[in-house]
């Protein structure tokens, strides 16, 4: 059964912490995460390549959040420092096979989303 189960979301001080996991039933190519905040279109954060480790973020989570695999457990995890109330959402993990491109359309197994809420 092809399934991406999600945990660590939760409530969070600005300034805080949080890390995110995803479970992966199957083996993966490319983990993407992405958030969606309460209005607003669903957007990419991040992104690592299960092959070489390599990652790529967007510009507003550059130098404050870190993704990193663990192949043991075939688990992808988000680090997430320095909050700040616009990181309010939920947020997805996400598998495609293409490098580098932050189209939900090139995702093809999502995560069921878990809440992220950073407080002023």
Known sequence: QVQLVESGGGSVQAGGSLRLSCSASFSVYIMGWFRQAPGKEREFVAAIRWSDDST????????RFTTSRDNAKNTVYLQMNSLKPEDTGVYYCATTRLWYTDRERNYDYWGQGTQVTVSS
């Open 56 to 63: 790529y973020y967007s510009n507003p989570v550059k130098g």
